[in-house]
């Protein structure tokens, strides 16, 4: 399957750096790339894409990249049904691992995310794409959507809410065998 977002970077490009040496790489999405990620990610439009990466040679083999991934896209209200747009800015920090690579354990908080690879690149694109799919608000509402009356929750009167409803009183199964032992 070809990505919709692909840019392909041999391993090459960042291997043969010296070390420290980071290689700085671009990614814009085109509007057709845009309309089929708005299809992949069932929303209504990705009007814009794009991503600064500094990539580096990481340890074992592994390439880092880190940088800000920006877009503007358009999703349905969840209240409303109508189409709002919504800001993306995120700062990215990703971990290539080279093909055969097991992910690592790391449980640090600020850890990058690992994405595994196959062959001699490096898919920055579908990085990029998975990335905008990570950021998307799950639950889009137009600050100014009111849910309809018959379909808001009943308010609980404060009095009740601490209180227990009085369940019936089941009998006490061991009730007849405390009577024999006192007989």
Not at 1 to 16: D, F, G
Not at 130 to 136: C, D, G, I, Q, T
Not at 165 to 175: G, H, L, T
Request: aromatic content about 4%; overall charge negative.
């Amino acid at each position: 399957m070809t990505p919709e977002l692909s840019r392909p970077l041999p391993w090459a490009a960042i291997r043969h750096r010296a070390p420290g040496e980071g290689r700085i790489e671009r990614i814009e999405a085109t509007p057709a790339e845009r309309a089929a990620l708005a299809r992949r990610f069932g929303i209504v439009a990705v009007d814009s894409l794009n991503a600064e990466l500094e990539l580096r040679a990481g340890p074992g083999g592994t390439a880092i990249a880190e940088g800000r991934l920006k877009a503007v896209v358009v999703q349905e209200c969840i209240v409303s049904l109508k189409p709002i747009e919504q800001a993306i800015d995120e700062k990215l920090r990703l971990r290539f691992l080279p093909e055969g690579a097991e992910p690592g354990d790391d449980t640090e908080f600020d850890a990058p995310d690992e994405i595994p690879t196959e062959g001699e690149a490096i898919e920055l694109g579908e990085a990029i794409a998975e990335s905008l799919a990570l950021a998307l608000d799950p639950y889009p509402r137009d600050p100014l959507a009111a849910i309809p009356e018959e379909f808001q929750a009943p308010e609980e009167d404060e009095s009740e809410q601490d209180t227990v409803p009085d369940e019936p009183k089941r009998p006490n199964p061991f009730a007849a065998l405390a009577a024999l032992k006192k007989t």
